[in-house]
């Protein structure tokens, strides 16, 4: 029985992982979160890459329905009195912390299919010099599972220098800016953005651009009343 889960989201870092790991692929499982709106260069990171990986998992979420419910990520959240049930000001739409969509729909299925399987050690490509990272560190055991993070000490550099090297899968959102999302209409994480990549998917930046804008109205009215 396999107890050991590399989690893949097809960003470069977790990418680096897999091939890092590619002769102990047979004693891995490979975990892609799919939340029913990734960027169509993520699914084609994903299939180059499962061309090397023997077991393969595809956990689904549905971002779009969650959005539905809770209103659309913002990096600012207006108060909107969704969550009680009041009525919005026309012209307003409900609107959730950018935090809760993720965990919701990417981090908490993921980690509870990886942990409902079984597996005891969880493998990320989470990195020391990234902003937004957990607080455990590679080697950590946290509720009986152990986390590896084996490429915890490179740099940005050494990441893209090794995928060039053996010859692996680059997602277009590192050759057209630095970051780029999980999902293809996400709203939130402004200073993530990557215009010139959502820019190949003109109805998902016109949405992109729309909801945006009825954020910042939302936020400017309510700021001028103070």
């Avoid at 409900?94 to 935090?99: A, E, F, I, L």
């Avoid at 990320?124 to 080697?139: A, I, N, V």
């Avoid at 016109?206 to 804008?213: A, D, H, L, P, T």
């Amino acid at each position: 029985m396999r107890t050991t889960a590399l989690e893949l989201s097809g960003g470069k870092d977790s990418v680096a992982c897999l091939y890092l790991m590619r002769d102990k692929l047979d004693d891995i499982t490979v975990y892609w979160l799919n939340t029913g709106d990734p960027y169509p260069e993520t699914v084609e990171v994903i299939n180059e890459c499962r061309k090397i990986i023997p077991h393969f998992v595809e956990v689904r979420s549905n971002v779009g329905n969650w959005k539905a419910i809770y209103g659309v990520p913002s990096d600012v959240v207006p108060v909107t009195g969704g969550n009680v049930h009041l009525p919005l000001v026309d012209g307003e739409i409900q609107v959730s912390d950018r935090y809760a969509c993720c965990a919701h729909n990417i981090m908490t299925p993921l980690h509870w299919r990886v942990v409902e399987d079984g597996n005891t050690t969880i493998i990320r490509g989470q990195r020391l010099d990234e902003f937004h990272k957990s607080p455990l560190r590679s080697g950590d055991i946290c509720d009986n599972i152990r986390f590896l993070f084996p490429i915890e000490e490179w740099s940005d550099e050494q990441v893209m220098d090794y995928l060039k090297e053996v010859g692996a899968p680059v997602h277009e959102a590192y050759l057209t800016g630095k970051y780029g999302a999980d999902c293809l209409h996400c709203t939130g994480w402004w200073e993530h953005s990557n215009p010139e990549l959502l820019m190949r998917h003109p109805v998902a930046l016109k949405y992109v651009e729309s909801v945006r804008g009825i954020v910042k109205g939302m936020v400017e009215r309510r700021m001028n009343q103070i």
